[in-house]
């Protein structure tokens, strides 16, 4: 015989010996090569995979992997050619007579049987974001076959072959659909599945800790810029694309303002982080009490910025003076008897004349006492494009009077020495002072306020530290 021919096996075709158990000997005709064998679902769902099978192979019957039709359970199987039931693990020889039309069936049967019941319902849980997978709901329990499970993200049923008996698990926030249903066991038909609409929710953020790159700003007459540099949530610290931010980014004037980060995504609810633009003590008008009312006059004039102000009753001065946006130091300030100091360099260079300048003069006494200091004068450089500085201040009156208990308040403005360009912002327009308050009170918005009988004089400095008198009497 050739090594090319298909081999072939002959049969007698008749039944040899007894079965043992479950296990048959089939008579067979003549055939050739491997068969496939296929599983018949006979109104069940699902698929089972096809094997190859040949002519005198032992085949065992597996267990059945179909889902069952509506009220019924799995019985038996049967095989072409062969009469007789078979259930999982019994087997038989496969003959010639098993092959019909090119190929084995084997077909599930199936019988009546009573849905399977739960005897602990799975419930919803109360679920919050914790940033790890959460089961969804709770494990059920039944006596009457195996408890399944599914998910989904919409009311509607799986099919069967999504079911396993894993609960379901999941870690962003969202509304999800857990299904459960009853694989049933050889007496229970499969239930139908049953749905548990549950929710992870969002973790609150209103106790986080919110961050800012500033708290406490000074005053500069600008608009000022915070960020939010961190947010922190217990010892962890949230990324950035979990909240968004919202309020007071932005300042110009003093005040408090506050900055709002709201949860987004697995995070809710809102946190909040204020941060100030206060006067520096240093913007604090001088000290009624020491007479040191002096205002202070700026020349800038062959590289140097010469500055001068009134005695009064002091008799030795300490002269500061720093560019503006930074801070005052000892290497900057000259200490004088006169009434007049000269700046030729700051810190150690040529002065910059095309920014600012800011300059306050502290006064003592003969003993070395501190009686006062002047406003800080905010002075802009003779070359700067932008800012002017004031070269006169208006009264719409030279004097007032007031009763004891009133207010009264007189317009006050100013000229610049060059109209082309703007004011310099870094302080209020005015500040205010009154040389006795037990005559005259005046606030940081210039209303005049009679206290006792007498006359004082009210002071109006402007940015730059010039100033002019109101003479009040009170009456």
Same mark, same amino acid.
């Given at each position: 015989?050739?090594? %090319?021919?298909?081999?072939?096996?002959?049969?007698?075709?008749?039944?040899?010996?007894?079965?043992?158990?479950?296990?048959?000997?089939?008579?067979?005709?003549?055939?050739?090569?491997?068969?496939?064998?296929?599983?018949?679902?006979?109104?069940?769902?699902?698929?089972?995979?096809?094997?190859?099978?040949?002519?005198?192979?032992?085949?065992?019957?597996?267990?059945?992997?179909?889902?069952?039709?509506?009220?019924?359970?799995?019985?038996?199987?049967?095989?072409?050619?062969?009469?007789?039931?078979?259930?999982?693990?019994?087997?038989?020889?496969?003959?010639?007579?098993?092959?019909?039309?090119?190929?084995?069936?084997? %077909?599930?049967?199936?019988? /009546?049987?009573?849905?399977?019941?739960?005897?602990?319902?799975?419930?919803?849980?109360? $679920?919050?974001?914790? &940033?790890?997978?959460?089961?969804?709901?709770?494990?059920?329990?039944?006596?009457?076959?195996? $408890?399944?499970?599914?998910?989904?993200?919409?009311?509607?049923?799986?099919?069967?072959?999504?079911?396993?008996?894993?609960?379901?698990?999941?870690?962003?926030?969202?509304?999800?659909?857990?299904?459960?249903?009853?694989?049933?066991?050889? #007496?229970?038909?499969?239930? /139908?599945?049953?749905?548990?609409?549950?929710?992870?929710?969002?973790?609150?953020?209103? &106790?986080? %800790?919110?961050?800012?790159?500033?708290? #406490?700003?000074?005053?500069?007459?600008?608009?000022?810029?915070?960020?939010?540099?961190?947010? +922190?949530?217990?010892?962890?610290?949230?990324?950035?694309?979990?909240?968004?931010?919202?309020?007071?980014?932005?300042?110009?004037?003093?005040?408090?303002?506050?900055?709002?980060?709201?949860?987004?995504?697995?995070?809710?609810?809102?946190?909040?982080?204020?941060?100030?633009?206060?006067?520096?003590?240093?913007?604090?008008?001088?000290?009624?009490?020491?007479?040191?009312?002096?205002?202070?006059?700026?020349?800038?004039?062959?590289?140097?910025?010469?500055?001068?102000?009134?005695?009064?009753?002091?008799?030795?001065?300490?002269?500061?003076?720093?560019?503006?946006?930074?801070?005052?130091?000892?290497?900057? +300030?000259?200490?004088?008897?006169?009434?007049?100091?000269?700046?030729?360099?700051?810190?150690?260079?040529?002065?910059?004349?095309?920014?600012?300048?800011?300059?306050?003069?502290?006064?003592?006494?003969? /003993?070395?006492?501190?009686?006062?200091?002047?406003?800080?004068?905010?002075?802009?450089?003779?070359?700067?494009?932008?800012?002017?500085?004031?070269?006169?201040?208006?009264?719409?009156?030279?004097?007032?009077?007031?009763?004891?208990?009133?207010?009264?308040?007189?317009?006050?403005?100013?000229?610049?020495?060059?109209?082309?360009?703007?004011?310099?912002?870094?302080?209020? +327009?005015?500040?205010?002072?009154?040389?006795?308050?037990?005559?005259?009170?005046?606030?940081?918005?210039?209303?005049?306020?009679?206290?006792?009988?007498?006359?004082?004089?009210?002071?109006?400095?402007?940015? /730059?530290?010039?100033?002019?008198?109101?003479?009040?009497?009170?009456?």
């Amino acid at each position: 015989m050739s090594k %090319t021919m298909p081999s072939i096996i002959l049969t007698i075709a008749l039944l040899i010996g007894l079965f043992s158990g479950t296990e048959y000997a089939i008579a067979a005709h003549a055939v050739t090569g491997q068969y496939p064998l296929r599983y018949e679902s006979n109104g069940g769902a699902g698929t089972m995979d096809p094997i190859e099978v040949s002519i005198g192979d032992t085949f065992v019957f597996p267990e059945c992997e179909f889902e069952a039709p509506a009220n019924k359970t799995f019985l038996n199987w049967q095989i072409t050619g062969v009469d007789g039931i078979h259930y999982p693990g019994d087997s038989v020889v496969i003959a010639a007579n098993c092959v019909s039309g090119g190929a084995i069936t084997v %077909t599930a049967y199936w019988t /009546n049987a009573p849905a399977a019941g739960v005897t602990t319902r799975p419930e919803e849980k109360q $679920l919050t974001y914790s &940033g790890s997978a959460q089961e969804l709901i709770t494990s059920g329990s039944t006596s009457e076959g195996t $408890l399944q499970y599914a998910i989904t993200d919409t009311n509607t049923a799986p099919t069967y072959d999504k079911f396993s008996a894993e609960i379901p698990k999941r870690t962003e926030v969202g509304v999800y659909y857990v299904w459960y249903r009853v694989r049933g066991d050889a #007496t229970h038909s499969n239930s /139908n599945p049953v749905s548990i609409k549950t929710e992870i929710t969002g973790k609150s953020i209103a &106790g986080a %800790t919110v961050t800012l790159n500033a708290a #406490t700003l000074e005053y500069t007459g600008s608009e000022q810029n915070v960020k939010v540099e961190k947010v +922190m949530l217990g010892d962890t610290v949230l990324p950035e694309n979990c909240y968004d931010i919202t309020g007071d980014l932005t300042a110009k004037e003093p005040g408090t303002y506050k900055v709002t980060v709201t949860g987004k995504g697995n995070y809710k609810d809102s946190a909040t982080a204020e941060w100030i633009i206060k006067k520096s003590s240093e913007e604090k008008t001088p000290d009624a009490k020491s007479r040191f009312l002096s205002s202070v006059k700026v020349k800038q004039k062959k590289g140097k910025l010469i500055v001068s102000w009134s005695k009064g009753t002091a008799s030795k001065f300490d002269v500061y003076a720093a560019y503006c946006g930074t801070d005052f130091s000892q290497r900057n +300030m000259k200490t004088t008897g006169r009434t007049t100091a000269t700046f030729k360099k700051l810190n150690g260079k040529p002065i910059n004349f095309k920014k600012s300048f800011k300059i306050y003069v502290v006064g003592y006494d003969s /003993n070395g006492q501190k009686l006062g200091r002047t406003i800080t004068a905010h002075v802009s450089g003779k070359d700067n494009k932008e800012f002017a500085n004031v070269k006169s201040i208006h009264l719409s009156k030279k004097s007032v009077s007031v009763e004891v208990g009133k207010t009264t308040k007189v317009k006050a403005s100013v000229k610049l020495d060059d109209n082309s360009k703007k004011m310099k912002e870094h302080a209020p +327009m005015f500040r205010y002072k009154s040389s006795d308050e037990n005559v005259a009170a005046v606030d940081e918005n210039g209303n005049i306020t009679g206290v006792g009988a007498g006359t004082c004089d009210i002071y109006y400095y402007a940015v /730059n530290g010039i100033s002019k008198t109101l003479k009040v009497t009170v009456q």
